[in-house]
């Protein structure tokens, strides 16, 4: 299983960034892809995902009404489309997946045993 993020950069507060996880080696209806992010000095915490069903979306309270999850199965790509930015989102994002998680722990990157290389993003006020 590999996973690669692109699609970070820089933007001013209020813009938007849209962050792509090409996927091989696993199929979106069986495992759960999650968006994580890492700020310097912080704890890596979850943003956004699908649950293993491959339909269920869930997100961080900080993300809900700004971001978007989507999937585009044809290409084993999941996207995280981010609207009104906020200096705060600025971190290293992350997408990881894993075949055994359970919705409960969703949100729990110690589930997340496939990672990709993380991808900047950089919020300015």
């Known amino acids: 299983v590999q996973l690669q993020a692109s699609g970070g950069g820089s933007v001013q507060a209020g813009g938007s960034l849209r962050l792509s996880c090409a996927t091989s080696?696993?199929?979106?209806?069986?495992?759960?892809v999650g968006w994580f992010r890492q700020a310097p000095g912080k704890e890596r915490e979850f943003v956004a995902g699908f649950g293993r069903s491959g339909t269920n979306t869930y997100y961080a309270d900080s993300a809900k009404g700004r971001f978007a999850i989507s999937r585009a199965t044809g290409e084993n790509t999941a996207h995280l489309q981010m609207n009104s930015l906020r200096p705060d989102d600025t971190a290293v994002y992350y997408c990881?997946?894993?075949?055994?998680?359970?919705?409960?722990?969703?949100?729990?990157?110690?589930?997340?045993?496939?990672w990709g290389q993380g991808t900047q993003v950089t919020v300015s006020s």
């Open positions: 990881a997946a894993s075949r055994s998680v359970i919705t409960s722990s969703i949100g729990d990157p110690r589930f997340y045993h496939n």
């Open positions: 080696g696993l199929t979106f209806s069986t495992w759960a």
